[in-house]
């Protein structure tokens, strides 16, 4: 009887001691998928030239990406065509993230002239052949996200 108590609580003991390391995965791979689907949204927009009515007629807000900081991701419009985030661009959403952003915020800006659209990462073109890496982090635990030329992603 007393050896079957110690194995319960053996057990009891490791399942518990699993769960934050489980909770953090989880909200890596949750983050991952968040900045992926609000990538692809950034890019379909910009591809269809899709305008917010509340941006304004009179501003380039066909020009769209997402900025990711701390525990933030903001989709916007590039409305001062700077290729990346900055003060004054349009905010079309804001998204809070449960995981954090390893190096400095980032941002990804697609600019399309269809049938042609070119990814920009902080201001400057991601050439062919070239990718930006997103790195989260979470409890010690750190997933990596590789961006490619044509917006192909991929989670490491």
């Known amino acids: 009887m007393v050896v079957v108590v110690t194995i319960i609580i053996i057990m009891t003991t490791l399942a518990?001691?699993?769960?934050?390391?489980?909770?953090?995965?989880?909200?890596?791979?949750?983050?991952?998928?968040?900045?992926?689907?609000?990538?692809?949204?950034?890019?379909?927009?910009?591809m269809n030239e899709t305008r917010d009515e509340a941006c304004g007629e009179e501003k380039a807000c066909s020009d769209v990406g997402i900025y990711i900081s701390e525990k933030k991701l903001i989709m916007f419009a590039d409305t001062n065509e700077s290729k990346e985030f900055e003060d004054g661009d349009y905010q079309i959403k804001e998204i809070n993230l449960q995981t954090t952003i390893a190096e400095d915020p980032t941002s990804f800006v697609y600019t399309s002239v269809p049938p042609n659209i070119t990814l920009h990462h902080n201001g400057g073109s991601i050439s062919a052949g070239d990718v930006a890496e997103i790195t989260l982090q979470a409890n010690g635990l750190t997933r990596d996200l590789m961006v490619y030329t044509y917006g192909q992603i991929e989670a490491q």
């Open 16 to 46: 518990v001691n699993a769960f934050p390391v489980a909770r953090s995965h989880q909200n890596l791979v949750s983050d991952t998928e968040v900045i992926q689907t609000q990538l692809r949204e950034a890019q379909r927009r910009a």
